[in-house]
């Protein structure tokens, strides 16, 4: 067992209990039913909408917003497949025996939350530049990023470190997109 994996044996004993616990909680039907469709939309389509409508909502001055959460969400994207093949933190669900799965996963590992990740960068930026946006985009955040745990299918470490790497890379794209001198930045003003 390599130093890596040992780390994350460890950290997972450690999450068990808070695993069981909201995995039983959200095992409820109508929990249930709004965690799996809520992941359902972190999948992509949510972040597609998103993405594909804000000209549509603000008009041709967020193409840029629109191409910038485009941009980080590939990057994401990349960022997390390299981290779990690096990783390979087997998902709760299949280390432990009380913990279901309550949605099919999207691939074999668990850290870090894919789903997350996208969550909270892309609604940082999408609030960034449009601050109304936060009250539909942060709650759905917050329930894409609860709906890893609660359908077993992350640890909380999992979810807890894709949000923090969220927030960075949100944070690095503003301050890269303004050292290159992009056009005005809307939430800037």
Known sequence: ??????????????????????????????????????????????????????????GASAVFASLHLAAVAIINAALYRMLKRYTRRPRPFRRHCGIVAHAAPLDEFSFPSGHTLHAVSLTALACWYFPILAI?????????????????????????????????????SLAAAGALGVPHLIGAG
């Open 1 to 58: 067992m390599n130093r890596a994996t040992s780390h994350y044996a460890n950290l997972a004993g450690r999450e068990l209990g808070w695993c069981i616990a909201l995995n039983r909680w959200g095992a409820r039907r109508h929990a249930l039913a709004g965690f799996r469709l809520v992941s359902r939309l972190g999948d992509g389509a949510a972040w597609y909408a998103l993405i594909a409508s804000l000209p549509l909502w603000f």
């Open 136 to 172: 539909i985009w942060v709650p759905f955040a917050l329930a894409v990023a609860a709906s890893r745990v609660v359908l077993g299918l992350h640890y909380p470490s999992d979810v807890l470190a894709a949000a923090v790497m969220g927030v960075a890379i949100a944070g690095l």
